[in-house]
């Protein structure tokens, strides 16, 4: 999948020194992950359905 134009956003959680973190952007059918630290190395691509579960566990 093409990531190339993709908008990427941060956690609102981000610290204000920039933080560790990931970031999210909204592909068709899933949801792509990149380390903020590294933004041209490697992308996750996880289907929403995988996400909406990893969210819902991580709020549990």
Sequence with gaps: MD???AV???SSYTTAN???CVELSS???AV???DSKD???P???VSRGAFAALLSDLKR
């Design 43 to 45: 992308k996750l691509l």
């Design 32 to 34: 792509a992950v990149r």
């Design 3 to 5: 990531l190339t134009k």
């Design 39 to 41: 933004p041209d190395g």
């Design 27 to 29: 592909a068709r059918r």
């Design 8 to 10: 990427w956003r941060k």
């Design 18 to 20: 920039g933080g560790n």
